[in-house]
């Protein structure tokens, strides 16, 4: 598991893609590897394993925040819960954004009790909004592309991505809320990309990145991203 960051607080580490954070019911019927089958190798001497202390969805890769013990893990939830850490994701989307740069503000409601991790645009929904902007555009197989810098303000489930496909502009990969296949689609093109996080009292937001995952390199190079 790739280390971004570590101190006596936390680590952050590069979530691969595809990789769950826990053995859900999916993974319970298929041997398949989850985030806490990694933590114990992430100690570095101490006698507890972390812990994650936020989210990201199986197919997100990027950086993920672990509490490295009780108290550390106490103060990133807090931290998480009050919105003062900044997180920026990329993504790519089919579509050309109108704009260079706004804010979605969409309230979102789970689409049915049965799919609750499945979202959509509700009024009366929880209050949802994303501040994005676009970093460059191409064109490819897929028709045209943007690629976005993606800032949640609030954290709601699939918030990213619901917002990007009501906005007219899907996530490239997607198999939810796009039309990409469930078998061998281009992948999520949805990366955690950096997060700053104002753990210290007296001193700067410790601010991490992580970078582009393999597949999302080609999109991004149409894009017009420099690996250099």
């Given at each position: 598991?790739?280390?971004?960051?570590?101190?006596?607080?936390?680590?952050?580490?590069?979530?691969?893609?595809?990789?769950?954070?826990?053995?859900?019911?999916?993974?319970?019927?298929?041997?398949?590897?989850?985030?806490?089958?990694?933590?114990?190798?992430?100690?570095?001497?101490?006698?507890?394993?972390?812990?994650?202390?936020?989210?990201?969805?199986?197919?997100?890769?990027?950086?993920?925040?672990?509490?490295?013990?009780?108290?550390?893990?106490?103060?990133?939830?807090?931290?998480?819960?009050?919105?003062?850490?900044?997180?920026?994701?990329?993504?790519?989307?089919?579509?050309?954004?109108?704009?260079?740069?706004?804010?979605?503000?969409?309230?979102?409601?789970?689409?049915?009790?049965?799919?609750?991790?499945?979202?959509?645009?509700?009024?009366?929904?929880?209050?949802?909004?994303?501040?994005?902007?676009?970093?460059?555009?191409?064109?490819?197989?897929?028709?045209?592309?943007?690629?976005?810098?993606?800032?949640?303000?609030?954290?709601?489930?699939?918030?990213?991505?619901?917002?990007?496909?009501?906005?007219?502009?899907?996530?490239?990969?997607?198999?939810?809320?796009?039309?990409?296949?469930?078998?061998?689609?281009?992948g999520l093109q949805l990366h955690a990309r950096s997060i700053a996080i104002p753990l210290y009292k007296k001193r700067d937001p410790i601010t991490v990145e992580a970078p582009p995952p393999p597949h999302m390199l080609a999109a991004l190079t149409t894009c017009g991203w420099n690996r250099v």
């Amino acid at each position: 598991m790739p280390l971004l960051y570590r101190d006596a607080m936390m680590l952050v580490i590069d979530k691969p893609a595809g990789l769950p954070s826990h053995r859900g019911p999916q993974a319970k019927r298929r041997v398949i590897p989850v985030l806490t089958d990694y933590l114990d190798a992430l100690r570095f001497g101490l006698p507890r394993k972390p812990e994650a202390a936020h989210r990201l969805d199986k197919d997100t890769s990027g950086c993920l925040v672990l509490g490295r013990h009780p108290r550390a893990m106490a103060e990133l939830n807090q931290m998480f819960r009050d919105g003062r850490i900044d997180k920026t994701y990329w993504a790519i989307v089919q579509g050309h954004p109108a704009q260079d740069e706004g804010l979605i503000d969409l309230p979102l409601a789970k689409r049915s009790p049965e799919r609750g991790w499945w979202m959509k645009v509700d009024p009366a929904g929880l209050p949802s909004q994303t501040r994005y902007r676009v970093l460059g555009r191409g064109e490819s197989e897929h028709g045209p592309l943007a690629w976005l810098a993606l800032e949640p303000l609030t954290g709601r489930t699939h918030q990213l991505r619901v917002h990007c496909q009501a906005s007219g502009w899907p996530m490239l990969g997607d198999e939810i809320y796009g039309d990409a296949p469930r078998e061998g689609g281009p992948g999520l093109q949805l990366h955690a990309r950096s997060i700053a996080i104002p753990l210290y009292k007296k001193r700067d937001p410790i601010t991490v990145e992580a970078p582009p995952p393999p597949h999302m390199l080609a999109a991004l190079t149409t894009c017009g991203w420099n690996r250099v």
